[in-house]
Structures are given as structure tokens and as C-alpha cells.
């Protein structure tokens, strides 16, 4: 029997030959090819081929700037799960890490945080307000809040170029933590640190890290969504253990 097969969605080809431009020949920045020449090239529709280009901004390949066009998308970012630093983690990927000090001092502890940090309400913590930027450019913007009575001096020089340096120079580099991490949406004053719209999406990170069974770090951050992709490895969990003498419900 003679089998048909049918062509591909003409959105489909213009998607695919955007996405190879983006591969081969253009650069994050660039400007893709007008509307109009992709109707002439392919046969199609605008309205085609705005259905190829909406796929590309949905990938974070293509970003629409009103008022100026499509462009190529800047990478994205993978923001790996893990007990690291930021500089840390930018450093593992090729770049250059940079932070911006908004505020620092020491503050009561407020009752959402002293549970976090397991402290008594009001107790003295440092805090740290700061911008974290990529080769220049906005990624995040942190709160961080410390025990101020395991860190006396802390400030006396100044804030630590790393959080993660100084507290492994006393003894107190966190051996392990907990992350929720929820979507939300830039407020006035983040849009503003991040170069963003207000009311954009962001990825919102809480961390707590421990020392031994002592919480010695608690932060919270919103990073920009169109600049990081969370990336989680992910493993079949381990057979359940059944105490000897007992069986598994069946």
C-alpha cells in the first residue's frame, strides 16, 4: 500500500529556519528577519508566521521588545540546585560575578525570619541587601540575613566580597540547606534593580543553610526568568526499606 506523507505545518519550516539562523548565523541582540520577508520567502501568512515566531518566544529563543521589533534572546542561565554561591556559580559557567551593596547593617529579627533561622524574635541579625550581577548585567536581587552572635565582626571591615569565603574562614561554610523556590512577579522596586518591567516574571528562591544542625544563613531572592532556566537532576528513588520481620502493605 502506497503510504502519503503529509508536509509539515508551514509555521513549522519558518520555526525551523529561524531556529537554525539563531545556530548558525546570528548573535543574541540581532534583529531576525521582518514579517514581510518571511511571508515572501515561505509563501505564508503573517499571521503563519507569527505563530513560528510566538513558538521561539515561548523557548526564550526570540524576545519581542515593543516598539523596536523580534530579537534574538540572550542564553539563558541554567540555575543548578545545589549549595553553592552565586559567585560560584557563575564562575562554573564562564562568568564574570559582580554584586552591587543596597543596604547592609544589623536589624531585630522579624518573626518570619527568626523561625527560619530558628532565633528568638527580635534577636540580632545581619543583613545584607544586595544586586547580583552577571558579566554587568541584573541577575538577582538578595536579601540575606545572619546570625549576628556567631558572627561577631562580621561588618567591621566592610561587607565580605563572598558570604560563602567568610563563613568558611570561620569554620562555618554551610555543609547543607533547603530551597523553595515558587513563580512570582517583579514589584516596582525589583523591576527597577533588574532593568525589567514591573510585574515580569521572576523565579523566587528562599534558602536556608545549615552548619551541623545550625541555620547559619537564610535568604531570599528573585532572579529573572528571561536570564535562568532552573535545572534539577533527578534520580529513580532507592527501594523502599522494610524493617526485618515486616512485609510491604500489599
Known amino acids: 500500500m502506497l503510504s502519503l506523507r503529509r508536509s509539515p505545518l508551514k509555521y513549522l519550516q519558518v520555526r525551523d529556519y529561524l531556529r537554525s539562523l539563531v545556530l548558525s548565523e546570528l548573535r543574541p541582540g540581532d534583529p531576525v528577519p521582518s ?16 505563530q513560528a515566531v510566538d513558538a521561539l518566544v515561548v523557548e526564550g529563543v526570540l524576545e519581542r521588545i515593543q516598539g523596536r521589533g ?14 553553592a554561591s552565586f559567585t560560584e556559580e557563575m ?8 554584586v552591587k551593596v543596597l543596604a547592609s547593617g ?3 529579627a522579624e518573626p518570619d525570619i527568626a ?3 530558628k532565633v528568638a524574635t527580635g534577636e540580632q541579625l545581619i543583613h545584607l541587601h544586595r544586586l547580583r550581577l552577571a558579566d554587568d548585567e541584573p541577575m538577582a536581587v538578595e536579601h540575606t540575613w545572619l546570625p549576628a552572635d556567631r558572627l561577631p565582626g562580621f561588618l567591621d571591615d566592610g561587607i565580605p566580597a563572598s558570604v560563602y569565603v567568610e ?4 569554620g562555618l561554610v554551610p555543609d547543607w540547606g533547603e530551597d523553595t523556590i515558587d513563580a512570582g512577579e517583579a514589584d516596582h522596586e525589583e523591576a527597577k534593580l533588574l532593568m525589567i518591567k514591573p510585574g515580569k516574571p521572576v523565579l523566587r528562591i528562599s534558602r536556608r ?4 544542625d545550625a541555620a547559619i544563613e537564610y535568604s531570599r531572592s528573585a532572579f529573572r526568568s528571561d536570564r535562568y532556566t532552573l535545572w534539577v537532576p533527578v534520580a529513580r528513588p532507592s527501594p ?3 524493617p526485618r520481620g515486616r512485609t510491604t502493605a500489599p
Open 35 to 50: 514579517e514581510r520577508m518571511l511571508c515572501e520567502r515561505f509563501g505564508v501568512s503573517r499571521m503563519t508566521v507569527r
Open 70 to 83: 523580534t530579537f534574538v534572546a540572550p542564553p539563558k542561565v541554567d540555575l543548578q540546585v545545589r549549595l
Open 91 to 98: 564562575t562554573r559557567r564562564g562568568m564574570t560575578a559582580g
Open 106 to 108: 544589623f536589624v531585630p
Open 115 to 117: 523561625e527560619a533561622l
Open 167 to 170: 563563613l568558611d574562614a570561620r
Open 209 to 212: 543553610a545549615f552548619t551541623g
Open 240 to 242: 523502599s526499606v522494610v
